[in-house]
Nanobody, 125 residues
Framework: QVQLVESGGGLVQAGGSLRLSCVAS????????VGWFRQAPGKEREFVAA????????AYADSVKGRFTISRDNGKNTVYLQMNSLKPEDTAVYYC??????????????????WGQGTQVTVSS
């Protein structure tokens, strides 16, 4: 069973940056994807960004395009989420998840089998 550990969350002012990390306990096959999702209080968990370990596909939610960048380091079993130009509406608990997800379905959270514990991101205005 794959275990995921997120880190890098914190408190930042609007316009600032944070980089989240997601470390997997073991290397998974290239068909696996790693996604970042977030959940704000009283709201459903929503898709943020995803990447396949093979690097052949990347996807972003419209709300973060141009501000967030997802990347991977296969040698470290780590996926990063660089978040720039942060806004108060980005405040949420951010989760990473992994599973066998096709390139056209990266935004479907129900397809991800393993989830981390989450890391809090708070953006002050």
């Amino acid at each position: 069973q794959v275990q995921l550990v997120e880190s890098g969350g914190g408190l930042v002012q609007a316009g600032g940056s944070l980089r989240l990390s997601c470390v997997a306990s073991e290397r998974t096959f290239s068909t696996y994807a790693v996604g970042w999702f977030r959940q704000a209080p009283g709201k459903e968990r929503e898709f943020v960004a995803a990447i396949r370990w093979s690097g052949d596909s990347v996807a972003y939610a419209d709300s973060v395009k141009g501000r967030f960048t997802i990347s991977r380091d296969n040698g470290k079993n780590t996926v990063y989420l660089q978040m720039n130009s942060l806004k108060p509406e980005d405040t949420a608990v951010y989760y990473c998840a992994t599973g066998v997800v096709s390139t056209v379905a990266l935004h479907h959270k129900e397809l991800y089998d393993y989830w981390g514990q989450g890391t809090q991101v708070t953006v002050s205005s």
